[in-house]
């Protein structure tokens, strides 16, 4: 999306979160809903980015593990990751983040594309980054995020 569409669609809300030390969103609208950590049943022979399934009041949703999904380091033992369940067209997906953040409106921020100095296999996966006051918001494009290599 160029940097002139995003501010001719108006206002754009954001659902935020935290993934290492990356502050990201996710547009508003294609998030079902947010959970704490939740137990996971893992799928043999997944690739390593898929954590697991989780039974979501019925509804198996799968698990994708948003820091192995971006090459980022693992987190600790100790802390547990939070859902961000995504609709998509084949039902719904779990993104595992570090922290849940606030839904933020950018209407009136300062954006541009990804960064040429931002590792090239994030800055593909990053739709366009919003300058807010203190830091950056990486509005993540969740058709590339949720493309997973399943060749071994």
Do not use: W
Request: hydrophobic fraction near 40%.
């Amino acid at each position: 999306m160029s940097t002139q569409e995003v501010s001719q669609s108006g206002a754009r809300r954001y659902a935020t979160f935290s993934v290492s030390d990356m502050f990201c969103g996710i547009d508003v609208g294609q998030v079902q809903e947010v959970l704490r950590y939740q137990d996971m049943t893992p799928v043999p022979l997944a690739p390593d980015v898929i954590r697991g399934l989780i039974n979501l009041r019925g509804q198996i949703v799968t698990a994708v593990d948003l820091r192995r999904r971006l090459r980022l380091p693992e987190r600790n033992e100790q802390q547990k990751p939070m859902n961000m369940v995504l609709r998509c067209e084949g039902g719904a997906i779990s993104l595992l983040v570090d922290e849940i953040g606030d839904v933020i409106d950018v209407d009136g921020c300062q954006h541009e594309l990804a960064p040429s100095t931002m590792d090239p296999f994030h800055r593909d996966m990053v739709e366009t980054v919003f300058k807010l006051e203190g830091k950056l918001l990486l509005a993540l494009d969740t058709a590339k995020v949720l493309r997973i290599d399943t060749t071994p």
